[in-house]
């Protein structure tokens, strides 16, 4: 199969004599930052510079904060930490529900134009009465809806994701909303999203580094391999990279989830659900996806890049670029992760492609420095 779009070709410009480019700067439309609430975990700064030093120059964080916004005053005690602490773009979710229980939904009019757009990210919403709600608000105010889909009643099964995904699925046929899938990770998610795009609803959907390029098979007994959902099978993963290529998943987003290392000392059963991603999603994508010709570099930056702006009507940011050096070997050390957060399980894998300068609206918000 091949790639069904490939606007990422013109703008990917190549740096004469070594092998260098400059690209369209990333964009995460899913990750953590803690703020307000766990600033111990990460804070809009720590978070947003972690982001900049890797490439990106907007990220999107979801709204399992303390308090959660879910009204105008609660947004607005994130958005004044945005203002002050933020060096990139940082474009925050509202919530779906009051503080994200998932029963009565939040007055979407008076939260939308401050948002990228509405998710109950942590937990997925249960009662299908709450969700056609929602989507019904979605569609009348024109907002994107962005799904963590988990059906408590099947545990972190592959079921539970891809049940609730053709639950809402059938809902977004019915209403029209524009509805975003966070975070797939099951084959059957994949088919699921296929088929409803080939009949017309209005879906998008992203998955993480993590879900492409690692499965069951590498788990350890260590808080590191301990995310939500969980790590796959490898035909699930295969699946992936087949919805990658055949246009299904239409981007990659890290969520980039940090806790204290305490919350993540506790093996696999006991850790907190979570790893940090923002420092190592170029250069695992590329040394793995890329240099192995799974992917071109093209679809590679269309899919951290162009295509979340795209969907996430964030506009075009030609001033916003990436320098990466992609004869760059490296290997990666959580300990010197710029986040709070250091649990990864890509620690120690040697990669290649260096983040080398990036631009926010034409001025340098990061330049490696060789340190
Ligand atoms: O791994 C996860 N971490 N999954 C979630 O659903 C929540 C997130 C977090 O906030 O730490
Ligand atoms: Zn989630
Ligand atoms: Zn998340």
């Given at each position: 199969m091949k790639c069904t779009t490939s606007y990422g070709k013109e703008i990917i410009m190549r740096k004469s004599g070594a092998n260098v480019i400059v690209c369209p700067a990333f964009v995460d439309v899913h990750v953590h930052l803690r703020e307000p609430g766990r600033p111990d975990k990460e804070t809009i700064r720590t978070g947003s510079l972690a982001a900049a030093s890797a490439g990106y120059t907007c990220i999107c964080p979801m709204p399992n904060l303390d308090p959660v916004p879910d009204c105008r005053e609660n947004l607005e005690q994130e958005l004044e930490l945005i203002r002050r602490d933020a060096c990139i773009q940082v474009l925050p979710y509202a919530s779906i529900t009051m503080g994200r229980k998932g029963l009565e939904t939040v007055d979407f009019e008076s939260l939308k134009d401050s948002v990228v757009a509405f998710s109950d990210d942590?937990?997925?919403?249960?009662d299908s009465a709450v969700m056609l709600r929602a989507m019904e608000s979605a569609k009348a105010l024109d907002c994107i809806l962005a799904a963590h889909c988990e059906?408590?009643?099947?545990?972190?099964?592959p079921e539970s994701e891809w049940k609730q995904i053709e639950r809402d699925l059938e809902l977004a046929a019915r209403t029209g909303c524009a509805y975003h899938v966070c975070h797939i990770s099951t084959a059957r998610s994949v088919e699921a999203i296929r088929q409803a795009k080939r009949s017309g609803v209005d879906v998008s959907c992203e998955t993480a580094p993590h879900y492409l390029l690692l499965t069951q098979n590498e788990i350890r007994d260590e808080g590191r391999f301990k995310m939500n959902p969980p790590l796959r099978m490898p035909d699930d993963r295969d699946a992936l990279i087949q919805g990658l290529l055949d246009g299904t998943i239409d981007m990659i987003a890290t969520d980039h989830a940090p806790h204290t290392a305490a919350e993540k000392s506790l093996g696999l059963r006991g850790s907190a659900n979570g790893i940090v991603g923002l420092e190592t999603s170029f250069p695992v994508l590329y040394t793995y996806l890329v240099r192995k010709g799974v992917i071109t570099l093209e679809r590679l930056v269309e899919l951290m890049s162009t295509a979340p702006r795209k969907r996430f009507r964030l506009g075009e940011a030609p001033m916003d670029t990436a320098t990466m050096d992609l004869d760059a070997v490296w290997t990666i050390d959580s300990?010197?992760?710029?986040?709070m957060g250091h649990s990864t399980p890509f620690d120690g894998w040697e990669v290649y492609g260096r983040c080398l300068e990036t631009r926010y609206k034409g001025k340098t918000v990061y330049a490696f420095d060789n340190e």
């Open positions: 942590g937990s997925g919403v249960q059906d408590n009643r099947y545990g972190d099964s300990s010197r992760f710029r986040s």
